[in-house]
């Protein structure tokens, strides 16, 4: 069994990916002159599965839980993989999204010690009443830290203005109630179901021989029959909840979020999608657009404004936020601009110079590890391929983007969430 090798002439670079026998998928993505390793290992498991169907039986678990399992897995019958990373020198993290959980390292010596630590971590659960409590004290301070943050609170809200029904709009954390219902038997059933190695992708990212890589993933790795899982999502409706939220915390200029919200789909847009939706955002509200300028100009945002499109199995949803004295002057301005744009379309010169900055930013993602990697899990799971994303920016249309901007920004259907001091 070896590698396949995938190069892309556009980036002239290249990564090796293959399904190792044990059902999990690897990837090395040698750099050349990085004498740094970057690794990380995912899992298609995050906070909006809290339902799903194993073998052929539902499972509903606890809010929060794969946030919580998360936090558990660095534990182990012989140590803390924290303790034992900082042996190597490695500074190792983990998080947990909406849609997945990753573990990870970055390194400039004993790469082989520490992707072994990486691998053992992921085999070897160990979870117990006592340990499974312990945790409940620690986990609960993290949610209050996410309640008392303004820009967590300001993001969360909006999204219970959007979504009815949708588990996006439950905290990644979940409650101190819910996470008090956690226990080692669903851990378990969780892993068990999740973290299978036929769900699961291992990247490797810098100054690396894939050969190396699969010398280790060979010994280390314990091989897994597949399982059958499904996630299970409740309808959402295409119209938002409300379209205003706010809430009073101790900030010296508000916040605000701007949600516009798509239709539901059980699948995760594609590379040209995505491209078309960073085309078409950067020449509506981009730093060189005119839209941006005259906010600027009017004091009515500062350079904290930007955008991002937050999509998933079940959501999708184009956000604009920042900082503003006026949010809801900021919201008018903007809604009269939506509705204009979709009378007239974005211009051929806005459409040429967006494509030039969506491009050049994607260009420039190929010299930094941690994206690469983060991409390339990405990928995997959505199944939109790194260098695949690159031909399709290359190929987009005005007339792609403007079609595109059909089916988003409803002006109609969107959602104000502020966060104001009192």
Request: proline residues 3%.
């Amino acid at each position: 069994m070896d590698f396949t090798k995938i190069e892309n002439k556009r980036v002239g670079e290249h990564y090796f990916r293959m399904k190792h026998k044990s059902g999990l998928t690897v990837i090395v993505y040698p750099k050349k002159g990085f004498n740094s390793i970057y690794a990380s290992m995912g899992t298609k498991f995050g906070s909006i599965y809290s339902k799903f169907m194993f073998n052929g039986k539902e499972v509903n678990v606890p809010d929060g839980t794969a946030h919580y399992l998360e936090h558990k897995l660095f534990e182990s019958e012989d140590g803390d993989a924290f303790s034992k990373y900082a042996k190597t020198g490695a500074s190792a993290n983990a998080f947990t999204s909406f849609d997945m959980t990753c573990y990870l390292f970055s390194c400039t010596d004993n790469f082989r010690e520490s992707l072994e630590i990486l691998i053992d971590l992921m085999q070897t659960p160990y979870f117990t009443k006592e340990t499974v409590a312990k945790e409940q004290g620690i986990i609960g301070q993290e949610i209050k830290m996410y309640d008392d943050s303004p820009d967590w609170r300001v993001m969360m809200n909006l999204f219970g203005g959007l979504y009815h029904n949708h588990p996006i709009n439950i905290d990644i954390a979940g409650s101190v109630e819910t996470i008090a219902e956690i226990t080692p038997e669903i851990l378990y059933e969780c892993y068990n179901s999740y973290y299978n190695l036929n769900n699961m992708v291992l990247t490797v990212v810098g100054g690396v021989d894939p050969q190396e890589v699969l010398s280790i993933v060979d010994e280390k790795i314990k091989p897994s029959d597949a399982v059958d899982t499904k996630l299970i999502l409740p309808e959402e409706p295409y119209e938002v909840v409300k379209r205003y939220a706010e809430q009073v915390m101790p900030v010296a200029v508000p916040l605000f979020d701007i949600g516009f919200k798509e239709d539901s789909t059980d699948k995760y847009a594609t590379n040209k999608e995505q491209l078309c939706t960073s085309i078409l955002m950067n020449a509506f509200v981009g730093e060189s657009s005119a839209l941006y300028r005259s906010l600027l100009d009017k004091g009515l945002i500062n350079s904290s404004f930007g955008y991002e499109y937050l999509e998933g199995l079940g959501y999708r949803s184009l956000i604009l936020s920042g900082e503003s004295r006026d949010p809801k002057a900021v919201a008018g301005i903007i809604d009269a601009a939506v509705r204009k744009l979709h009378k007239e379309g974005i211009t051929r010169e806005d459409f040429e110079n967006a494509k030039k900055v969506v491009y050049g930013k994607m260009l420039a993602g190929f010299d930094h590890k941690q994206s690469i990697a983060s991409e390339l899990i990405s990928g995997e799971f959505t199944g939109r391929e790194i260098f695949g994303a690159v031909d399709a920016a290359a190929a987009i249309t005005l007339e792609d983007v403007n079609e595109r901007l059909e089916k988003q920004l409803d002006a109609d259907n969107c959602c104000l969430s502020v966060v104001k001091g009192e």
